[in-house]
């Protein structure tokens, strides 16, 4: 396991950007997959991004693909997420996880609260 601690939330206006950072722990940080997930007000969380060990392939959701990009900093145990063109719809909590199979994932962090509204 390692521990995760998202940052980087806040509030911002439609068609505007917010970058979101994922710091992990351990030693073994750049072998573990890294997803992001957000929990959305009464919706069921929901996968938003994917990045293999070691900078490896990336996946997107289809309502973020073009928008957002999932980047990792394997010497500084990071993981980033760029978010452009936000809209109401990508309200949520944003949470970072390692090591995923589906939503079963063997580490979260606590989340960071992303709120789009004018």
């Known amino acids: 396991d390692v521990d995760l601690v998202e940052s980087g939330g806040g509030l911002v206006q439609p068609g505007g950007s917010l970058n979101l950072s994922c710091a992990g722990s351990g030693p073994r940080f750049s072998s573990y997959a890294m997803s992001w997930f957000r929990r959305a007000p009464e919706k069921e969380q929901e996968w938003v991004a994917f990045?293999?060990?070691?900078?490896?392939?990336?996946y997107y959701a289809a309502d973020v693909k073009g928008r957002f990009t999932i980047s990792r900093d394997d010497a500084n145990k990071m993981m980033y997420l760029e978010m452009h063109s936000l809209t109401t719809a990508d309200t949520g909590v944003y949470i970072c996880?390692?090591?995923?199979?589906?939503?079963?994932?063997?580490?979260w962090g606590q989340g960071t609260q992303v709120t789009v509204s004018s």
């Open positions: 996880a390692s090591e995923c199979s589906g939503t079963r994932c063997s580490s």
């Open positions: 990045i293999s060990s070691r900078g490896g392939p990336k």
